[in-house]
């Protein structure tokens, strides 16, 4: 996913939308160039549905960002 919808201002609502929907648990920020000639920066999110608004709001967040030798297995 382009990582333009983290900060974007018209990206909020989805932001809001994704917060409300589960948990983010990770958040890879891969290198510049990874998919070949895209210039897009790139970012892996993984969430899991969870209803309950207190374990979301208290939910610990990985964040890795990967350089450009590091593998994505990590």
Known sequence: TPNTFLMGTN??????????????????DLPQGIWGDANVDCVLLFLH????????????????????KDKLHK
Request: aromatic fraction near 0%; charge should be positive; proline fraction near 5%.
């Open 11 to 28: 990206t909020d609502k989805l932001r809001k939308r994704l917060l409300e929907a589960g948990r983010i648990t990770q958040i890879v």
């Open 49 to 68: 549905a969870d209803p309950d608004a207190n374990r979301r709001a208290e939910n610990p967040i990985t964040v890795n960002l990967l350089g450009n």
